[in-house]
């Protein structure tokens, strides 16, 4: 796995997530249950298989222009 984005909080990640899944990509947040405690150390990482990575990466991005 390869982490394709880092947010500022679960939310956010579980967002990218769903858009993600809505291109097709699985994805994993390994930070999801621990969260309240990953603020304080860098973010939620959101991570793909490593061949999904350039479209994740794209999608990550086309999404967060929404925001």
Known sequence: MITIATCFNV????RLQRALEAG???SFIPDELSAHHVL??????VQVEEEDAEPAREIVAEEKRSW
């Open 11 to 14: 939310y956010d990640a579980q």
């Open 24 to 26: 097709g990509i699985a």
């Open 40 to 45: 304080m150390s860098g973010g939620v990482r």
